[in-house]
């Protein structure tokens, strides 16, 4: 057996953990040679395993999935018995494989890691157990799981009651008969769903209290699904590494049928194909938006509501076990087995606590507002402080006596899960701000431990001692997480995942939702870029390409990655009326653009003949401001339908009534044809803003991209002519200049929708090189004294980003008040994308509000 650690024992490594992830941790560092000490306060491996013996404690990940994959000898050797596996069996394995790789020589069971402490000067850690044990290692890993810290017990009078009292994270190892008890189950997520129906077999008399209903499906347990047995025996190595590369570490063919656009027969088979199949992911599948998608959500949560009030015989039990308060999925959603059938038993009773709620535990059971109930035991079935509750029950103190429950303060702070600035050669598998719970649990465990041992190799060869990252590169990290969660329904969600179970825990969505293989790519891009956004240092000296991994919006790259798959040639190799022709194909396919009160379309006069434009009226009562606003494409491309969903969205975000001008086009009306269009636009939307339903002398102009260029023309154009009085100047994304030297066109020119060939190809379109500097073409180049109020909207990715912060540096010099509004992660095109890219829409809001602002009465 091992050897408990002496006081000045030295290691390379320490371990929190003996479950799936140290186990792994431990092989992969024994084989570099590193010499290693697992602690683990369980008395055997197996951490959530070990832990969680109530009846019932089954995966709910397929088992054929929720494996080991590193070593395809193992696999050879161990053959799963169900679809779901038990605890004992998932803990026989978890023991076989100590046994097959003979772990357990540098494990120290029974021993709990009391503080790991930075050393600057030895550059080492110094760790502490709660048995006196004080050791140094060089690198200190936590593999001490995400559900592994039981919450704490938040119900008053616990400690009076005097029968039996269980949890299901900490269940006696010799198991409970409750044969004839009257039993008490608190908590009604993952573990009480499984427990209760176990119990019930058992118990004379169940009571239920459910604080939270959850959603669950039926798991079908059974063999192995012969499906995927034939896939895994077929190409072993080719499913595994489908797992690795897919959404959620299972290999899943993902959907693009929409909840929103499916018709009701197609959205009930997919439903019931889902229901069957009895797999998380399936049902949280049903449809490609139905995580981000409030209405999409509804049609599951509302099929899965169906069936619980078609199992549940009580009208009122039904009712009470279907959940109404969060999204599906937004919170754990659970398998079971028998679970809402188990209600039907006429000895067990179901006790809501909204409605009922305990005032105490008593001597001899439960009191509740309205009765008191008498029990022989209870079971808390009431979860994890998740995610984090493991990590900082451990005194972590990192550089400069940094504490880590003080960093964390306000909800964790991580580079990729991994590693968190401060703490140097401080690891952390499936840490917050990875996918973590959001995945295959074992899927993500290989690939953390492969990274942290493959980073160790990597240092050791390049002659290192230390890595940490840099604020920047965790600061990007999280905030890349944040977006992420951002475009889901999982932040409006009381959930574990968002810290929400727990008194006081921050609210933070505490894993990365943007799914296992992109996850994967973005730490594999890490490295490949010289470990971006660490610094290492060691003897020789130190290293640190600094920066931050991923700074697009999720959505955004997803837009740009279905675009590369439609494989469309670039515009600039297309005449002006092919290139009309794809834009208009691709407007078709948008999703429902959002109402307004009213929409008509007119005639206004144009220096060469009728405009055509388009009314947007707010469904408030009127009157409104005006905006004239004028669409984007480069003086080329657009019309009237092309930026209709943001003029949509503008008029209702903003309350003001927008006539969108349909101004004329290049080739056929070359500069400054645009530029006079929308100087008479703006004067005769001006003069009748009365007749159009909007308030005299509350006229603004707003455009995008070209249409911002003849938008910024018209306001230096009305000052000249004394008039029309212009309240604001919204400029999304302008085209203010012809020069294409500033850097933005060198760092987005190519790969972002508007590319610099793209640009080149308007500017001849529209404009003579003579002229191009021609303040009509160029308005950075005119008299920027005496202009309205402006609101610059710029995006990170655009080629036209610097000249649009240029034409704003230019308005503030001139004494004009400007609002700049950063499109953080987003494209020149995405902002404009509603409905399809969720991230723009708090660009918008803000763009709604600052055109707000334009107009004296605005709130
Ligand atoms: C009931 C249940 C069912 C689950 N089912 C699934 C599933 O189907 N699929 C899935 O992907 N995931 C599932 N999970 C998540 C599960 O936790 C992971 O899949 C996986 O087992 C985690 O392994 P780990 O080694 O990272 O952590 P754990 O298994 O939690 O092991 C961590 C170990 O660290 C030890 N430890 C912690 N702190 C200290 C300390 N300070 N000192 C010493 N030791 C310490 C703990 O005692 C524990 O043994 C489930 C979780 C639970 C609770």
Redesign the pocket.
């Known amino acids: 057996m091992n050897k408990p650690a002496e006081a000045t024992d030295r290691f390379d490594a320490v371990v ?8 792994y941790m431990l092989y992969r560092l024994r084989r570099l040679g590193l010499s290693v000490k697992v ?4 008395d055997d491996v ?7 013996r ?1 009846p019932g ?5 397929p088992t054929t999935d ?1 494996t080991y994959s590193f070593d395809p000898e193992l696999e050879k050797e161990w053959t799963w018995s169900e679809k ?1 596996a038990t ?1 004992p069996e998932i803990l026989d394995y978890l023991r076989f494989v100590a046994d097959r790789y003979g772990l357990r020589a540098d494990i120290e069971f029974a ?4 503080s790991a402490h930075w050393d600057e000067q030895e550059r080492r850690w110094s760790i502490t ?2 048995r006196g044990t004080r050791l140094r290692c060089r690198y200190y890993i ?8 039981p919450k704490s017990l938040d119900i008053k009078g616990t400690e009076r009651f005097a029968g039996e009292v269980y949890f ?2 900490r269940w006696p190892h010799e198991g409970v008969d409750f044969t004839g008890q009257r039993v008490a189950v608190i908590g009604t997520g ?2 009480g769903i ?1 427990a209760i129906p176990l119990i019930a077999r058992q118990a004379s008399q169940l009571t239920v209290f459910q604080r939270t209903p959850n959603f669950s499906v039926p798991a079908h347990n059974g063999p192995a699904p012969a499906g995927r047995l034939t896939r895994l025996a077929q190409d072993r190595d080719e499913y595994r590494d489908a797992a690795r590369w897919s959404p959620g ?1 299972v290999p899943v063919e993902p959907t693009d049928v929409l909840g929103v656009t499916a018709s009701e027969s197609v959205a009930r088979e997919r439903f019931e194909d889902a229901w069957k199949a009895g797999q998380l992911f399936s049902i949280l599948g049903v449809f490609a938006d139905q995580g981000v998608n409030p209405k999409s959500n509804g049609i599951v949560a509302e099929m899965i509501r169906e069936k619980i009030r078609s199992i549940v015989h009580d009208p009122r039990t039904a009712d009470a076990l279907c959940p109404t308060d969060h999204y599906f999925g937004t919170k754990r959603p659970c398998l079971d087995t028998g679970y809402f059938e188990t209600y039907n038993l006429p000895h067990v009773r179901l006790v809501d606590l909204r409605r009922q709620p305990i005032t105490s535990i008593t001597e001899d059971g439960i009191d509740t507002a309205d009765e008191s109930f008498g029990f022989d035991a209870i079971v808390y079935a009431t979860g ?1 402080d998740a995610m984090t509750g ?1 990590v900082a ?2 005194d972590v103190t990192g550089r400069d006596g940094l504490s880590l429950t003080e960093k964390w303060a306000a909800g964790p702070s991580t580079y990729l899960g991994l590693m968190t600035a401060g703490f140097p050669n401080f690891f952390m ?2 840490g917050p701000g990875s996918p973590s ?1 959001l ?4 899927v ?2 290989e690939q953390h431990v492969d990274w942290v041992a493959d980073c160790l190799k990597d240092m050791r060869t390049e002659g290192f001692e230390t890595i940490e990252p840099t604020p920047l590169a965790e600061s990007g990290w999280d905030q890349h997480v944040r977006d992420c969660g951002a475009i889901t329904l999982h932040p409006t969600a009381n959930s574990w995942y968002m810290g929400a179970n727990v008194p006081g825990k921050p609210r933070v969505f505490l894993p990365y939702i943007g799914g296992v293989a992109v996850y994967r790519q973005a730490c594999d891009d890490v490295v490949a870029r010289d470990y971006l956004g660490f610094r290492r240092t060691g003897p020789g000296g130190e290293r640190c390409l600094d920066g931050v991994i991923r700074r697009m919006q999720p959505d955004v790259s997803l837009v740009l990655q279905l675009m590369a798959k439609l494989g469309l040639p670039p515009m600039e190799t297309l005449s002006a009326d092919e290139a009309r022709a794809m834009m208009g194909a691709a407007a078709a396919t948008r999703p429902p653009s959002p109402e307004v009160g009213e929409v008509t379309d007119g005639l206004m006069p144009g220096p060469a003949g009728d405009l055509p434009y388009r009314l947007y009226r707010p469904p408030s009562a009127g009157p409104h401001p005006v905006v004239v606003y004028f669409h984007g494409g480069g003086w080329v491309l657009g019309d009237l339908d092309s930026d209709d969903p943001l003029c949509r969205d503008l008029c209702v975000r903003s309350d003001t009534v927008i006539v969108s001008v349909n101004y004329r086009h290049s080739p056929e009306a070359r500069f400054p044809a645009a530029a006079d269009d929308a100087f008479a636009a703006l004067r005769w939307t001006a003069s009748h803003a009365a007749e159009l339903g909007g308030i005299p002398g509350q006229v603004a102009v707003a455009g995008w991209s070209a249409g911002g260029n003849i938008a910024a023309v018209a306001c230096q154009r009305a000052r000249d002519a004394g008039g029309p009085r212009v309240s604001g100047q919204l400029l999304i994304s302008p085209v203010t200049d012809s020069d294409m030297t500033r850097p933005s066109y060198a760092e987005n020119g190519d790969g972002y929708v508007l590319t610099t060939p793209l640009m080149h190809w308007f500017w001849d379109y529209y404009a003579d090189p003579a002229d191009r500097g021609d303040p009509r073409a160029a308005p950075l180049r005119g008299n920027l004294d005496g202009l309205p109020p402006a609101c610059v909207v710029t995006a990170d990715f655009d080629p036209l980003r610097d000249e649009g912060l240029a034409y704003a540096d230019a308005l503030e010099a001139s004494g004009a008040q400007v609002r700049r509004v950063r499109a953080r992660g987003h494209t020149h095109t995405s902002v404009t994308m509603v409905g399809v890219v969720i991230s723009g829409a708090p660009v918008r809001a803000e763009i709604a509000e600052a055109l707000r602002n334009f107009f004296p009465s605005a709130p």
Request: a negative charge; one cysteine or more; aromatic letters at 14%.
């Open positions: 929190v953990g003996a479950g799936f992830s140290g186990l602690f683990d306060s369980a197996g951490g959530t395993w070990y832990w969680n109530y404690a089954r995966c709910d990940i929720y779901y605890q021993t709990s890691v009391a157990t709660d936590m593999a001490s799981g995400c559900l592994s810290m299901t994270s993952s573990s499984q570490g994890f493991a029950a451990v598998i499936t719970v995945s295959n649990m074992a993500s465990i």
